[in-house]
């Protein structure tokens, strides 16, 4: 990477950001409430007794909402400041380790369920995460990813008329992997956009199998009228999908 382009360190800017995520996620994520947990705990499925790992849990809140649904699940993040948040909000049932999804400090087949949720766009090597992700999985054991829709990461934004009405998405440089600086509400981390079929390249290299594939809209749709939410009726911000390891 071009310095210029990785203004942020190692770790993306997290660490300097992760008071401002803290702020951020405990006043509500609409992202997440309103859009990615329905779809995400659908398909995690009947997740009782399943060793669960997720893969960049931040403050721990799918991790969370997993365990009180039976699961046990560790939760690891590179980031020291927000697994301390995570601890400081679980009562006991859930662990969780600091690390690198690039290098997972885990056995071989030791998960039933690994989950990315919003987190593999952070990850600067994410075929190695998605290889360690298959690795740590037992056979048959599933990977759920949640991500930035490659369209809407190539744009980055939208074009907005005079009035900051949306007018359409200036996709570009779409089939280019590269970094994205981002900055919002105190928050300044490293994202990358990757053209769809470099990620679904790594997951078949992976020895994993498609199961599903979504680009969800908001089940309730009188979200439509609320400026807030109308891009997630226009075009995908975000996709999910469900892999399985052979
Ligand atoms: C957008 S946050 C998502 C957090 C959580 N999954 C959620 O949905 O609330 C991305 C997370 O990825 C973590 N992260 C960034 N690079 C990482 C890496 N290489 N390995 C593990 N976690 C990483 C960050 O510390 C941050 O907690």
Redo the contacts with the bound molecule.
Sequence with gaps: LNPKEQPLGP??G?RESAGA?LKL?EAGDPS?ELLLDPFMLTAAGDVSGLRVL??????G??CRLLTVRGAKCVG????RE?LTAARAKTDGREAYVL????TLPFRDASFDLVVL???LI???DFRSAIGEAARVLRRGGRLLVAGFSAVASAANGWVRDESGRRLHMPVDRYLEERPLLLEWSGIRILNWHRPLSAYFEAYLGAGLKLLKYVEPMPADPSLKDDPRFEDWFRVPNFDLSVWQKE
Excluded: K, N
């Design positions: 770790d993306g997290w995520w996620i997440r997720d893969v960049g849990c931040g403050e809140r799918f690891l993040d590179l980031t927000l690390g690198s999804g690039e949720y919003l987190s952070d990850i600067a």
